[in-house]
């Protein structure tokens, strides 16, 4: 059993003396594991940075067996995640979610294309740490956790949307929501209007990130890994706070 893919190394965890597994994010198989022989040789090593893009050659005897990869490089980017702090937190953060929250070798094509292209626009567009918020409704939208922001659930209006419920995930209006003030959550303005992310704070962004937080750390109840998780996100989120402040 073998294929050719790409993917982006979310994770690289030695395994023995001279081999790793590695955890990638890939266009066709989704999330998925794989060990490598020579994984800390000098050539190897520099291959195998987080965040860098791979084609990918994986073998086994049997699909659901653990297989080994064969890997070149595609694509670099430890330079700018080295050199600027919180493109590195978000990377981190991305890494951790995807391992605690996809399902392995489940495809996610268009989540795959939409991780790229975000990753290819840290440092070189403006505004781009916006950016990861829509990164984060990609990926509840991707595990069938989307929010639905655009008209009030009770009443199906799109006017004075002030409130989104924690158990739905859904708008309501002001006027309906009024009288559960205490129960629901806050709608972010930066949530309503994204295209205009030139008119927002950083405080505001953490604000964005607060609502789709509540929702991933609900789907992250039954992780394992849930804490540990949540701990790298919080490192992004005191990073854009401290950023803001400074």
């Not at 791979?54 to 430890?78: A, M």
């Not at 890494?95 to 989540?111: G, N, T, V």
């Not at 859904?170 to 930066?190: N, W």
């Amino acid at each position: 059993m073998n294929w050719t893919d790409e993917g982006l190394l979310l994770s690289v965890n030695p395994h023995g003396e001279k081999s790793a597994i590695l955890q990638v994010l890939t266009r066709r198989k989704g999330l998925h594991a794989g060990i490598i022989q020579n994984a800390f040789s000098r050539k190897m090593s520099s291959t195998l940075q987080p965040s860098s893009q791979l084609q990918l050659d994986w073998s086994s005897r049997l699909e659901e067996h653990l297989g080994t990869y064969k890997v070149d490089l595609l694509k670099t980017r430890v330079d700018i995640f080295l050199s600027n702090k919180i493109a590195l937190d978000m990377f981190n953060s991305i890494s951790s979610l995807c391992i605690s929250i996809l399902a392995e070798r489940d495809p996610m094509p268009e989540f795959y294309e939409k991780t790229i292209n975000f990753l290819d626009q840290i440092v070189t567009k403006k505004n781009w740490e916006f950016l990861y918020l829509d990164w984060e409704l990609q990926l509840l939208t991707s595990i069938g956790y989307g929010l639905d922001l655009k008209k009030c659930v009770a009443s199906g209006s799109t006017e004075n949307l002030f409130y989104i419920s924690p158990k739905s995930g859904k708008a309501v209006s002001r006027e309906i929501g009024l009288k559960y003030d205490k129960k629901l959550l806050r709608f972010p303005s930066i949530l309503r209007d994204k295209k205009k992310y030139n008119d927002f704070s950083r405080s505001e962004l953490v604000a964005g990130l607060s609502i789709t937080g509540f929702f991933l750390k609900k789907w992250l109840t039954y992780s394992f890994q849930n804490k540990q998780t949540m701990k790298i996100r919080q490192r992004l989120i005191d990073t854009l706070s401290n950023e803001e402040n400074t």
